[in-house]
């Protein structure tokens, strides 16, 4: 019995030491950075183009993030009545 007890402590002491090495690594290390690589985008802005941008907005995204204004100035999602509809427009 005593045997079990001390391979048991020996057991759940490792364990512990363990998990208090990978959070003092999770605490300790660095945060990693990136270099960020911004693709080069050519965005053209016609007359057709933002009709289309329009058009999706409102078919795709207004059901969630029009405001008390009707614009889209969002709202609290806790208050967002369309979510039990995935956000489309009723
Ligand atoms: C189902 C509901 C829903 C729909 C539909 C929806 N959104 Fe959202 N959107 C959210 C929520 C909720 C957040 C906030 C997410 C967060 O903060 O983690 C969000 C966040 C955003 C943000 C980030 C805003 C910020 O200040 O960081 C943008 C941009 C956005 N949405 C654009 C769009 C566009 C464009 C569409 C349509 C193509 C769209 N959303 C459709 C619910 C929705």
Same mark, same amino acid.
């Given at each position: 019995m005593r045997k #079990?007890?001390?391979v048991l402590r020996y057991v759940f002491g490792s364990l512990f030491a363990f998990i208090l090495l990978v959070a003092a690594y999770?605490?300790?290390a660095p945060i990693p950075t990136?270099?960020?690589k911004a693709p080069n985008l050519n #965005?053209?802005?016609d007359s057709a183009l933002?009709?289309?941008g329009r058009r999706i907005v409102m078919t795709e995204?207004?059901?969630c993030h029009r405001g008390e204004d009707g614009k889209i100035s969002g709202q609290l999602w806790a208050d967002n009545a369309?979510?039990?509809n995935c956000g489309r427009p009723t």
């Open positions: #079990i007890l001390k999770v605490q300790l990136y270099e960020v #965005i053209v802005s933002i009709a289309e995204c207004i059901g369309p979510s039990a």
